[in-house]
């Protein structure tokens, strides 16, 4: 049977900052490993990371140190950075490396495959309301679940053992679905609906307790990917969209979507995983996607104002 005793994590933010205390703590000294180069290195070396009101500092290694692989690879960087994530890693993966991508959409594993096509990338996405802001990353103790495994998992394979063995140890929530595929898309879905309509609305997921109009118009952004996922024979269905009413009743008011959180801190969102993969593949299989595209050009619009906004702010203008 197979052990993993050594882990890697690229992209130490709201997502990372879950995952990475608990590894850190259950891995040897030194067997867990936060990837990250320059200054960003300096910094989390020197002054730590702040997560859950406590600072930890983890071991931090530059692309350019690598030793010998790890046995698992994590990524959690943002859709626009995988690219580039991938290839700051490539020096800590080896060829029984185990490959895993946390990022929300249905395209980041087709991504890692692209760099590694013999690999075992595991398909995976997590579920965990997390705050990455001021420098601080913060989430409830009581929540936080990575779905993860093959595409089908009727019958366990060695490395989704040992990963689930680790995430046992590490006190990491976990599920493993028989239908993977089924469970990333269900989670693309909600993301693609909640994410990016708060965020234009730059409202809390409250915003969809109280309002049945905001409702209406979740349900049909989410139609949307519906009806894409079962031209690609995906078993998402009307009876999936039924459920999450009950799940979104019960977030919480004030939490905040990630694409939310983008907009309100000025960094570019990953709309272009959301609505711009919907888009994309309701070209390609002849979809209308007519909310997606709203949403897609809305959240485009704020990030542009975003931009303006921090130019200002260089160039000293001051806006009463």
């Not at 990016?196 to 049909?220: C, H, K, T, W």
Request: net charge negative.
């Amino acid at each position: 049977m197979r052990e993993i005793k050594t882990a890697a994590l690229i992209g130490l933010g709201a997502i990372g900052g879950y995952v990475a205390p608990k590894l850190h703590t259950t891995l040897e000294p030194g067997d867990f490993t936060v990837i990250a180069g320059g200054e960003r290195k300096q910094r989390l070396e020197q002054e730590g990371c702040c997560i859950n009101d406590k600072v930890w500092k983890f071991h931090i290694g530059a692309p350019e140190e690598a030793g010998k692989p790890a046995d698992l690879v994590i990524f959690a960087v943002k859709y626009h950075g995988l690219r580039q994530a991938v290839r700051d890693a490539a020096g800590y993966i080896g060829k029984d490396t185990i490959l895993m991508s946390l990022l929300n959409g249905v395209e980041s594993e087709e991504i890692l495959r692209e760099f590694y096509p013999n690999h075992h990338i595991l398909y995976s996405v997590i579920r965990i309301p997390s705050v990455h802001e001021n420098g601080r990353i913060t989430y409830p103790d009581e929540w936080g679940e990575i779905s993860f495994g093959d595409a089908r998992n009727d019958t366990l394979s060695e490395d989704v053992q040992a990963v689930r063995d680790l995430f046992e140890k590490s006190g990491i929530g976990y599920q493993i679905p028989a239908d993977m595929k089924k469970n990333m898309w269900h989670k693309f879905m909600t993301n693609v609906s909640e994410n990016q309509i708060s965020a234009v609305l730059r409202m809390p997921y409250g915003i969809f307790q109280v309002s049945d109009e905001i409702n209406m118009f979740r349900e049909q952004t989410a139609r949307e990917v519906i009806a894409i996922a079962q031209a690609k024979g995906i078993d998402l269905t009307e009876d999936d969209l039924e459920a999450q009413k009950t799940k979104v009743e019960a977030y919480p008011f004030w939490g905040k979507t990630s694409t939310t959180q983008d907009i309100e801190s000025g960094r570019k969102t990953e709309t272009e995983m959301f609505a711009g993969a919907v888009i994309r593949m309701g070209k390609e299989l002849g979809i209308p996607t007519p909310c997606n595209e709203m949403l897609y050009h809305c959240i485009h619009a704020l990030e542009a104002w975003n931009d303006t906004v921090k130019q200002d702010e260089k160039s000293g203008e001051v806006h009463q």
